[in-house]
């Protein structure tokens, strides 16, 4: 694993939110820009935060700066709810998602169990995210306990903050993909023993769906959550009309979807619900009284046809939710995009969403979502030093339209319409650059001493 280097400075325009909000209206105020910043990290964490001007002071001779005037600087992307193993499948053709599932994903997750392969495709995966300014996410692995380590040694070798977990698996699905209560209780309490809390990593006990689980398992991940009350709990939910209909008839005894899990404990602070695109009323409130959180995937939602998720509600409701790529489902890597996607998801049910907003639902609010508020999603003091530095300029066309840019507000909503993995000029983990575009333009100003900058 390579080390957080002790100290390290970075200078340029930053933008963040100050704090959390419970109204979409209240973030203009909570928006904080400073044209020309000054960020210091000290092993991994913000250390000093300010003006340039006044940050000055705090640098000793030997602190070494990367000045980029040009760009924009912003927390760490969040990726809520993304399937690593799902890398090599994105746009399988046709199908919705119960369809998709048997057709396209469970063969393609069958090729988990060969370890050197999981090896590779974790690593193409955790290089895919740095190069799209993702520098947290909360991942699907598969029933394999071979895919966690996959991951979770890719991530450490970034010293990445990632959330993951084996899947739990015991019916509805290919025998060879199969798990049953037992052994998916006892894998994934050997999985927790070894990675939660290991470096930056966190295990997330992973149910797939309640489809796909019997209740002797789903009370099994249950007994899990409750023996280490701070792992997370991550599943999808209503995400379709045809899986919802099949929760029904798969758990009469429940009163809905999202009942099945809270019947099994599943509930809580920690527990991550990718989709919930048809909830339904006392669903919302379920949610809201257990604060459990919500992953919104516009770009899946959209390509497997599943529908259109009310942002809005999650306000209504005080439901915590953050972005998520859904990748394979997912059609990009790139949060700016999915931002962009959630924009027009909006849209298309008359509601607007701002470019802060969706920056927010990205950084504090998917912090706020992951319970790692305290840790990530802006640049106070003392949190970790996960951050992004954008090139708002990296086509001919993003330069025209930011030429004509009316304010920070405008730009940020036009980067986001337009972006791609060409606008991340640099992804830094911990302090540490671990990812930088050779390609993007300019090239980072490295001053030897503070008293040179410009
Ligand atoms: N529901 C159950 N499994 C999956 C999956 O792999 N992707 C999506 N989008 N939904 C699911
Ligand atoms: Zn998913």
């Given at each position: 694993m390579s080390s957080a280097i002790a100290r390290t400075a970075i200078r340029g325009r930053f933008l963040d939110f100050q704090n959390s909000v419970t109204q979409a209206q209240e973030l203009p105020e909570q928006v904080r820009y400073i044209e020309d910043a000054l960020l210091i990290c000290e092993h991994g964490k913000i250390q000093w935060f300010g003006t340039w001007q006044a940050g000055q002071s705090q640098l000793t001779a030997d602190t070494p700066i990367q000045h980029y005037p040009e760009h924009l600087i912003v927390p760490g992307l969040i990726d809520t709810h993304v399937h690593f193993p799902q890398t090599e499948m994105m746009g399988a053709y046709g199908e919705q998602l119960l369809e998709w599932l048997n057709s396209y994903t469970f063969p393609t997750e069958l090729q988990f169990s060969d370890q050197a392969y999981a090896n590779?495709?974790?690593?193409?995966?955790?290089?895919?995210?740095?190069?799209?300014?993702?520098?947290?996410?909360?991942?699907?692995?598969?029933?394999?306990?071979?895919s966690v380590d996959a991951l979770f040694e890719a991530a450490q070798q970034q010293q990445m903050r990632l959330i993951a977990g084996k899947v739990m698996m015991d019916r509805h699905a290919p025998e060879a993909l199969c798990d049953t209560a037992e052994s998916a209780y006892a894998d994934s309490k050997t999985l927790i023993e070894k990675w939660h809390g290991k470096g930056r990593n966190l295990y997330a006990i992973t149910p797939r769906f309640a489809p796909t689980s019997s209740p002797e398992q789903l009370a099994r991940a249950g007994q899990l959550k409750a023996e280490y009350p701070d792992v997370y709990l991550h599943t999808h939910l209503s995400e379709n009309p045809n899986e919802i209909a099949w929760v029904k008839q798969l758990f009469p005894e429940q009163q809905g979807y999202l009942d099945v899990y809270h019947h099994y404990g599943l509930t809580g602070s920690r527990s991550v619900f990718a989709h919930c695109v048809h909830l339904e009323e006392n669903e919302w409130q379920c949610l809201h009284q257990t604060d459990s959180a919500i992953a919104f995937c516009p770009t899946?939602?959209?390509?497997?046809?599943?529908?259109?998720?009310?942002?809005?509600r999650t306000w209504e409701h005080q439901v915590k939710v953050g972005i998520g790529t859904d990748v394979g489902a997912g059609t990009s890597f790139n949060i700016l995009h999915t931002l962009s996607e959630a924009y027009k998801v909006q849209q298309l049910q008359g509601n607007k969403l701002s470019a802060y907003e969706a920056l927010y639902h990205a950084t504090l609010g998917a912090?706020?979502?992951?319970?790692?508020?305290?840790?990530?999603?802006?640049?106070?003091?003392?949190?970790?030093?996960?951050?992004?530095?954008?090139?708002?300029?990296?086509?001919?066309?993003?330069?025209?339209?930011?030429?004509?840019?009316?304010?920070?507000?405008?730009?940020?909503?036009?980067?986001?319409?337009?972006?791609?993995?060409?606008?991340?000029?640099?992804?830094?983990?911990?302090?540490?650059?671990?990812?930088?575009?050779?390609?993007?333009?300019?090239?980072?100003?490295?001053?030897?001493?503070?008293?040179?900058?410009?």
């Open positions: 590779q495709i974790a690593q193409f995966f955790v290089q895919e995210l740095l190069k799209n300014g993702t520098t947290t996410a909360l991942v699907f692995c598969t029933v394999h306990p071979e899946s939602n959209l390509f497997l046809g599943s529908g259109l998720f009310p942002l809005q912090a706020k979502a992951l319970d790692l508020d305290d840790k990530l999603g802006n640049f106070t003091v003392g949190k970790e030093a996960d951050f992004v530095v954008l090139d708002l300029h990296a086509t001919a066309l993003q330069s025209l339209r930011q030429q004509r840019a009316k304010n920070l507000e405008d730009a940020l909503f036009a980067l986001i319409t337009l972006a791609d993995d060409r606008n991340i000029h640099a992804t830094y983990i911990y302090g540490r650059r671990a990812y930088y575009n050779p390609e993007s333009n300019p090239k980072p100003n490295t001053e030897a001493h503070p008293t040179t900058g410009t």
